[in-house]
Structures are given as C-alpha cells and as structure tokens.
C-alpha cells in the first residue's frame, strides 16, 4: 500500500500548501495535511514533520501568516493564511508548475517516448 503512494517534487509542497491557504481561508496544520490528503484522494501521504517544515519555510518567507486560535475540537491550534506576498508567489510558482508539467508531458508522449506506441 505505501508503494501507492507519491512522493512530492521538492517546492511542490509550499505550491499546494499555498493553494489550499488561498481556496480554504486560514488552517491549522494537521487540518491542511488532511485537506491536501484529500483533494489528492489520499495518493499523497503528508506527516506531521514535513508539513509543519513547510509552515515554517513559508512564515520565514512572509508567504503565510500564523495566529492562535481554538480548533473544531476546542484546542489551541495554530491557524495560517496566505499573505498578499504569497498569493503573488502562488501565481507565479502555478506559472511555473503548469510549464514545467507542459514540457514534460510533451517529452513523455513524444514519439518514441515512454507514453507513445
């Protein structure tokens, strides 16, 4: 069953953090790692490590703020939501992601490539 499972491309994880702050409005972590999980229908498995990494890169950045709150559950959680300075990164990285996706799809349905007859 693991095997089922994706690795993420190093950078894609603050791009989809980023995406579900901006669709979502503010989460906690374990509350992103889950809807991440989700929209994803569980191809992705994120831990507690690797989100909470990312939360951290993306404050240090100013692409995400973070404030105290009460989760769902009534326990003090930590509640992020994209910045205007993120939304911008957000934009451009989309760019990005949808020309790298593009060129590598190309490559990969090419005649004589791994997708082709």
């Known amino acids: 069953m693991a095997k089922d499972k994706l690795d ?5 994880l603050d791009l989809l953090v980023l995406q579900t702050l901006a669709s979502m409005g503010p989460m906690h ?6 809807r991440i ?3 994803g229908a569980d191809t992705l498995m994120l831990n507690q ?4 990494a990312a939360l951290v890169r993306l404050q240090q950045g100013k ?3 973070a404030e105290w709150g009460t ?7 930590k509640f992020y939501r994209i910045t205007a300075r993120g939304r911008h990164r957000l934009e451009s990285e989309t760019a990005n992601w949808q020309r ?3 060129v590598v799809h ?3 349905t090419a005649p004589g490539g791994a997708g082709s007859p």
């Open 106 to 108: 190309r490559i990969l």
């Open 29 to 34: 972590g374990y509350g992103l790692a889950r």
């Open 71 to 77: 989760s769902d559950n009534n326990r003090k959680a």
């Open 100 to 102: 790298m996706s593009g």
């Open 8 to 12: 993420l491309l190093q950078g894609t």
């Open 49 to 52: 490590g690797t989100i909470y």
């Open 37 to 39: 999980e989700q929209v």
């Open 63 to 65: 692409w995400i703020d």
